[in-house]
């Protein structure tokens, strides 16, 4: 079908899709048109990667906003929602608007009632509907992209349960969802409503394979010579073999770790290939590379680039990960080196794509355990640049001709495994059960279980009563904490006020099941209810005001943040910081004879101490160092313990707890990374860590300091006229110009003349929180 043909698009969009070189549409677009995507039809897709799946989703959204409506557009990752923006963005030209809106879970975003399109994660999509954004009910079509990822058990759930609310928010709702190939996608369509296109069609050639020895054998029956020599390893040969025929590869292996011992190994082979211009090329890539952060991660990052080569994890910075991306999309990198949440989706086909390892070790399992089918072939499907390369190959490794044979069955042949639903898992429907109450969704049990009967959940259970029984367990354990309670009923409610689950279960419909205020400050900060129920419990438990150390420790055990593991030797270590600091930390140590328990209260005592050191002005390269983490690692954790602390207030208000300035001060040393302090200076934007604490080591102590000391210690302090001109403005002074001023050092005093002796930091003005900068990163 030609782009022509299309009908119900605004006029532009058919010369963007040309423009965009899509002339006509490949099959399963055409089968999408046929099934009614043009006319608001629910649509299940499943084809595989690369396959033209987001132009499916376009024809969807566009047709939706020419009739007049809206669209919105889940993605997994938020990786991925600037690269969808990005994609849209384009559709301004013929005049469809688009937002994004990711993180802050707290906001509304009501600026987005005025977009076409709306690009948001799951969790965001979640916390939208909890916190009654209005113009969700404006919304015509959703599209739920990679929606496979509902078998996923600490992220699915929530995208189930979001699918479900927004269709019952808006019951002539379009839902389109996107999936690789599946083994029941005929069973997600019916969940949905929906029609189903299901096919294994792509847009280039793709061969299967495994190596053994020195041939590829493919499963079309043909081979292909790729000799191992002499001590070489099988993917540098393969590596090579494709390079003399100027293809890329991916790699993927099983760890951070791997990934970045692999690129570092077959840099070896890829500098070899490189031409004169692509060596200059790719220094200056390194360059920007040790730019982004000056760690060691990035320095190895850096090495490998400058040899053709790179890793890719999720322990990089997000602008490691996008030069690394473009590079390799340029095809200046000629090879990434990556853990698998790469294949979840960020564009970078590549000619041969090298499954190194498949198997990954899994901590419940205790030991490693085979990918699924469903990944390997993502990870396979990343093979082939369409209009690029003649065909893509996707190669797994093996050592004898058994292990050749198991890995035909096992992935080459095999079929992807059916998608699960994991609602059923207790964190899981906890928060969902409390937000489904707290936003009104459902006002009385009955109520609740006809929501979850909409569920994947309640279609796929074979287990009568099954949902209905750990619904039941939820509701008591929300009840217990004072998360809910029920209105409208006396009959059943025994002396003690408390209800079993038997009484709620057998309570009559008229009941309403209410969130507390504190269930509803809950659900809004978008907790899992047992990271509330363990905050609220450690500032209830304390009589002195907490340390930044116990307040860390206290968010670092919460299930909403992931701990860092005690490597073997550690237990001892954190042991005797415990016992050391046992004073300062909240709540109800285990004792140490409850092995598990207490190995989980040590763990959080390392994340725990990590945030205080990095709130003692540590190095960043030191602290990656120490806890043998990535920048990445870090930057999140430390994202994570800010939003958590900030719940953490919040709860304090709530509970009238003495403790919510403690808190606040934890949460804005962290935020920074800096000593108490620091607090005032950092406030002023372009002020980081570094750059407070030299101005406070010259005597500046405040932005007031700042606005009346000796312009020559100032610019001592920061070196560089610019910088401190620029910091001047910021802080407020009036004339900020350095014209003349010499460099002097501070007298201790900052050249501040304190007047009549009164404290420097005079409370003139408030600093300007939220705008400081977290430059030196
Ligand atoms: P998926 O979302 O299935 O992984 P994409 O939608 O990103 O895949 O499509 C992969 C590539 O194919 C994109 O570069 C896209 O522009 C291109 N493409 C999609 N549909 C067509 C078409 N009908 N003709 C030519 N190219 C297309």
Not at 223 to 237: C, I, L
Request: proline share 4%.
């Amino acid at each position: 079908m030609n782009v022509e043909e299309l009908s119900g698009l605004a006029p532009g969009a058919v010369s963007h899709f040309r423009e965009q070189g899509i002339e006509s549409l490949y099959p399963p677009q055409a089968a999408a048109v046929e099934a009614g995507v043009l006319e608001g039809e629910n649509l299940v897709a499943a084809v595989p990667t690369a396959s033209g799946k987001t132009m499916i989703a376009a024809l969807a959204m566009l047709s939706a906003i020419e009739r007049g409506g809206k669209a919105l557009y889940i993605v997994p990752l938020r990786a991925l929602a600037s690269e969808k923006k990005a994609e849209f963005d384009a559709y301004e030209a013929f005049g469809v608007s688009v937002g994004v809106t990711t993180g802050n879970y707290e906001s509304t975003s009501d600026w987005l009632a005025s977009r076409d399109i709306i690009v948001a994660t799951s969790e965001k999509v979640d916390s939208l509907v909890r916190n009654g954004a209005d113009w969700l009910t404006d919304l015509t079509c959703v599209v739920s992209d990679e929606v496979h990822l509902i078998d996923d058990r600490s992220r699915g759930p929530t995208l189930e349960v979001t699918l479900a609310k927004l269709r019952k928010l808006n019951p002539t709702l379009q839902t389109v969802a996107l999936s690789a190939t599946v083994g029941n996608a005929a069973e997600l369509a019916d969940w949905l409503e929906a029609d189903l296109v299901d096919t294994d069609w792509r847009p280039i050639d793709l061969r299967m394979g495994v190596h053994y020895g020195n041939a590829l054998n493919f499963d079309d029956g043909s081979t292909r010579e790729v000799p191992v020599e002499g001590t070489e390893k099988q993917e540098a040969a393969l590596v090579r073999d494709i390079l003399d025929e100027g293809g890329s590869s991916l790699v993927f292996v099983s760890s951070r770790r791997n990934a970045e011992a692999a690129a570092r190994d077959l840099s070896s082979v890829t500098t070899r290939a490189l031409t004169d211009d692509e060596r200059t090329d790719l220094a200056a890539l390194a360059d920007e590379i040790r730019d982004v952060s000056d760690t060691e991660t990035s320095e190895d990052l850096a090495a490998c680039v400058e040899r053709g080569a790179a890793f890719h994890h999720a322990g990089l910075a997000s602008e490691h990960r996008s030069l690394v991306e473009d590079a390799f999309r340029d095809r200046l990198l000629k090879l990434i080196a990556a853990t698998p949440t790469l294949a979840a989706g960020v564009n970078t086909p590549a000619r041969r794509v090298i499954v190194r390892d498949w198997r990954r070790f899994d901590p419940s399992a205790g030991g490693m355990t085979p990918l699924p089918v469903l990944e390997v072939h993502q990870m396979m499907g990343r093979a082939g640049r369409p209009g690029l390369d003649p065909y893509g190959e996707a190669v797994l490794l093996a050592k004898g001709h058994e292990d050749m044979n198991e890995l035909f069955d096992r992935y080459v042949w095999a079929e992807p495994e059916a998608v699960r639903s994991k609602l059923a898992a207790e964190p899981a429907l906890r928060t969902h059960v409390l937000a489904t109450i707290a936003s009104g969704f459902a006002r009385t049990r009955e109520g609740l279980l006809d929501f979850l009967a909409e569920t994947l959940y309640a279609s796929q259970t074979t287990e009568r009563g099954r949902l209905e029984s750990v619904t039941d367990d939820v509701l008591q354990y929300l009840e217990a904490n004072d998360f809910i309670e029920r209105e409208g009923e006396t009959a059943s409610e025994g002396s003690d006020g408390f209800v079993s689950a038997d009484e709620l279960a057998g309570e009559p419909s008229s009941v309403e099941l209410q969130a507390t205020s504190l269930g509803h400050t809950v659900s809004r900060l978008y907790l899992d209810p047992m990271s509330a129920a363990e905050i609220v419990h450690g500032l209830e438990s304390t009589d002195d005001r907490p340390t930044a150390l116990g307040c860390y420790q206290l968010i670092a055990r919460t299930p909403d943040m992931y701990e860092l593991y005690l490597r073997s030797g550690e237990d001892e270590q954190y042991a005797e910081l415990f016992y050391e600091r046992e004073s300062e930390l909240l709540g109800d140590a285990p004792s140490e004879f409850e092995d598990v328990r207490f190995e989980d209260w040590l763990a959080a005592l390392k994340t725990g101490k990590l945030l205080e050191d990095w709130a003692n002005e540590e190095e960043e390269s030191r602290l990656t160092d120490r806890y043998r983490i990535g920048p990445g690692d870090l930057r999140g954790k430390v994202d994570t313990a800010e939003w958590l602390l900030g719940a953490a207030e919040s709860l304090a208000a709530e509970i009238d707890s003495e403790w919510t300035v403690a808190v606040r001060e934890a949460r804005a040393r962290v935020e920074h990374g800096v000593r108490e302090e620091l607090l005032e200076l950092v406030g002023i934007r372009g002020v980081g860590r570094k750059r407070a604490r030299q101005l406070y080591a010259a005597g500046l102590e405040t932005p007031a300091d700042l606005r009346t000391a000796d312009k020559g210690v100032v610019l001592g302090a920061l070196k560089g006229t610019k910088t401190a001109e620029t910091i001047l403005e910021n802080a407020g002074r009036e004339d900020p110009s350095m014209d003349g001023v010499e460099e002097r050092s501070g007298d201790g005093n900052g050249g501040v003349e304190r007047a009549g002796g009164a404290p420097a930091d005079e409370p003139d003005e408030e600093p300007t929180k939220n705008q400081s900068s977290l430059g030196d990163f």
